[in-house]
């Protein structure tokens, strides 16, 4: 008679992305549970699809360990990034929301004019709503239809998010006061 031993907190296999807009890097990560993943790892997300995992099986992607000692690469410079916010006040403040209201601002690299923007971000650090006040005053609005990439624009683990926070009331009024970006048509 055989005994079998199921580990309750056995490690699963885990697939994961790094989403940089026009592309992404990709690995099978072994941990606990999504969460550790997001929290031992900066920039990620658990791609949880199942086509999209089935799809993946294919693929001959790198496999890492939350333990290990090193990683693959790329995914080593996400874990040094995330060790380095561990222990910073506001790590993981934002992570549990459901949605958060951001301000950020952006300086004006890449060609695009320095403004403020307010984002409404959902729980995978993607756009939902933004609205951007320019410097010469303008304020336009956009959504998911006018993006042609929606990657995550922020790691909801980030220390760094929750001096950007605002309330819902703020973004909602300045929503309603900003009109659609119609400069590039």
């Known amino acids: ?109 890449d060609g695009v004019d320095p403004a403020d923007y307010l984002m409404e971000i959902g729980s995978d650090g993607r756009r939902l709503r933004q609205v951007e006040l320019t410097d010469n005053g303008d304020i336009f609005k956009s959504d998911p239809d006018d993006w042609p990439f929606n990657p995550p624009v922020v790691d909801l683990f980030d220390p760094e998010l929750k001096d950007q926070e605002i309330s819902s009331e703020d973004f909602e009024t300045a929503w309603q006061r900003a009109r659609k970006d119609n400069r590039d048509l």
């Not at 999504?34 to 949880?48: D, G, H, K, N, S």
């Open 1 to 109: 008679m055989a005994i079998v031993i199921f580990e309750e907190n056995a490690k699963q296999r885990f697939l994961i992305l790094h989403d940089y807009g026009m592309g992404g890097s990709w690995w099978w990560v072994r941990a606990h549970s999504a969460r550790e993943v997001l929290e031992t790892f900066a920039e990620v997300e658990v791609i949880e699809a199942p086509e999209e995992i089935e799809r993946a099986e294919g693929w001959n992607l790198d496999e890492a360990d939350v333990d290990a000692p090193t990683m693959p690469a790329g995914l080593d410079c996400l874990h040094a990034q995330r060790q380095a916010h561990r222990h910073l006040p506001g790590f993981g403040a934002l992570a549990d929301r459901t949605i958060v209201y951001l301000r950020r601002r952006w300086d004006g690299d």
